[in-house]
């Protein structure tokens, strides 16, 4: 399994980005699809994750604002990134942790930059 992320990219404070994973293979069963960011210097953090039932998870920074979702159909995850700010900005990265601990997949990042 591969994972391709996109949507990236330089948008002014308040605006909106939505990032896609695309998994090349399908993914049959899985503990939960997610997205992670990275600043320099500082660790990976979790940002949102999707359930295999479907429930959700939010970091309380982004809580209300980046809702996460998945197309099955499409094999693809998203995050819509609303009223975007400038301590967004980072790396950010999809993950599909099939087994905890054991097997999971990560994507290449992509930048999001917020200017204010």
């Known amino acids: 399994v591969q994972l391709q992320a996109s949507g990236g990219g330089l948008v002014q404070a308040g605006g909106s980005l939505r990032l896609s994973c695309a998994a090349s293979?399908?993914?049959?069963?899985?503990?939960?699809m997610g997205w992670y960011r990275q600043v320099p210097g500082k660790q990976r953090e979790l940002v949102a994750v999707?359930?295999?039932?479907?429930?959700?998870n939010y970091a309380d920074s982004v809580k209300g604002r980046f809702p996460i979702s998945r197309d099955n159909a499409k094999n693809t995850m998203y995050l819509r990134m609303n009223s975007l700010k400038p301590e967004d900005t980072a790396v950010y990265y999809c993950?599909?942790?099939?087994?905890?601990?054991?097997?999971?997949?990560w994507g290449k990042g992509t930048q999001v930059t917020v200017s204010s």
């Open positions: 993950n599909v942790e099939v087994v905890p601990g054991l097997l999971d997949y």
């Open positions: 999707i359930n295999d039932d479907g429930s959700t």
């Open positions: 293979g399908s993914i049959f069963s899985f503990n939960h």
